[in-house]
């Protein structure tokens, strides 16, 4: 059975972004991979976190992902900086990965934006700790959203670096897996730019945590174009607007957006916006109800995150070590 690998940052509230893009996949796979889970709160703090809000957010984080179906007995959730292997294998890729790599990482170049010279460290070796937080289980599969595809070829470029600087065949190639139509969902305030946790505006994401009056109005207020939904994929050319509601709404009914357009094509956006809320309420609702009840006992989700821990580093201890002696480290 091929091992599954893929983490989520808790930066604040889980957003629809996340769950169609990754933990809906993550959800479903777990059928056929054994997968690791991870609440990466190391990568949540390369930007300011206040100390007490990231753990009431790991714990939130966590709670979240078992309500949208994680299975923390057959798999593992865990959170990262309880499991040491991932900053020693990270250690050792900042040594392997080059400066000119990471200067070409996108995510970096639009976080760090015109502020460079003030940005903290950890958020340009960000991607060394991802191919670490993967590798260090030698995990082959990477569900994750589009946004991070070049991370993962990142990942790749180290594992074999360090295979051939080590002259050895140690580390796997990474498969991303990029699924279904709402691989990138954006902004419902601008069809351009994706949606996010970290966007300034409320009304531009829906959050897991939103109540069917959020939802609606959320949806209500999305920018659309005056031209009813075409009745071919085509049609979706140049309108990123119309082409980000259908893909949501393809991905919650399991379809594709030709699916959407077979049943919705000529209609006008008020008309969709109704069908497109109805869906997210019925399908976000009982998510958020569970999340809040499990969050009503936070030692319950602590004990599944410890439990988590313990048994991923047991598959991470011996893969570390070796790395370690393959690098050459006196074990004393
Ligand atoms: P993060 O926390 O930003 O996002 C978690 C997952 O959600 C996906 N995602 C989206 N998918 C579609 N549309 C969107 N608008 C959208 N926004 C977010 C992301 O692609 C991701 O799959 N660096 C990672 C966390 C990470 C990781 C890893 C992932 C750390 N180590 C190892 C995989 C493997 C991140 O910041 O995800």
Redesign the pocket.
Known sequence: MQRI?????P?GIP????Y????RNWVALQDSHECLY?V?DL?AITVWQDPAALAQQTRELAASLLACGIDPKGHILFN?SAVHAHLRLAWIFNCVARMGWLNRMTQFKEKAGKDRENVSTGLFT?PN??AA??LVYHATR???????RQ??ELANDIAQKFNRDYGVDFFPNIEPMIMGP?????SLRDGTK????SDPSEQSRINLTDGADEIALKIRRAKTDPEPLPSEVEGLDGRPEARNLTGIYAALTDTDHAGVLREHGGKGFGDFKKALTDLLVAKLGPISEETRRLLADPGTIESVLRDGARRAEALATPIVEEAERLVGFLKV
């Open positions: 690998f893929s983490g989520i940052q930066s957003q629809l972004g996340n169609l893009g990754a933990v991870c990466v990568h990262q960000y700790l991802m937080d993967i990477v569900p994750v959203g589009d946004d991070q991370h993962l709402a691989a990138r969902v954006m994706k949606m996010s946790k």
